[in-house]
């Protein structure tokens, strides 16, 4: 059974950092696209990265560039999004979720294009 599972996630004060895990099972990430997903009360879930299955390409929603850094080792079966430079407005849900494709493609940052979800981690950036 395919399961993605999100941990990582916490209070942390403006300027901080925080490293989300994604821990993969039931299916060879190879194969995979990964994307991460944040949701914050009252708004759209919005396409934050994603990174291709074998690593080398990777996409990032303008208000994270600079600042968020998605990684993977699919030896580990595992994905990674190194937050830095966290700011209030980064305060959300956060979700990984998987997709049987080599590339990200263009619409990445749509949450239709991703089959396989995990429950989500709590990220709040406050003083």
């Known amino acids: 059974q395919l399961q993605v599972v999100e941990s990582g996630g916490g209070l942390v004060q403006p300027g901080g950092s925080l490293r989300l895990s994604c821990a993969t099972s039931?299916?060879?990430?190879?194969?995979?696209?990964i994307g991460w997903f944040r949701q914050a009360p009252g708004k759209e879930r919005e396409g934050v990265s994603c990174?291709?299955?074998?690593?080398?390409?990777?996409n990032y929603v303008d208000s994270v560039k600079g600042r968020f850094t998605v990684s993977r080792d699919n030896a580990k079966n595992m994905v990674y999004l190194q937050m830095n430079s966290l700011k209030p407005e980064d305060t959300a849900v956060y979700y990984c979720?998987?997709?049987?494709?080599?590339?990200?493609?263009?619409?990445?940052?749509?949450?239709?294009?991703?089959?396989?979800w995990g429950q989500g981690t709590q990220v709040t950036v406050s003083s």
């Open positions: 979720a998987a997709d049987v494709r080599p590339w990200c493609g263009s619409n990445w940052y749509k949450a239709d294009g991703f089959g396989s």
């Open positions: 039931g299916f060879t990430l190879d194969y995979y696209v």
């Open positions: 990174i291709s299955s074998g690593g080398g390409s990777t």
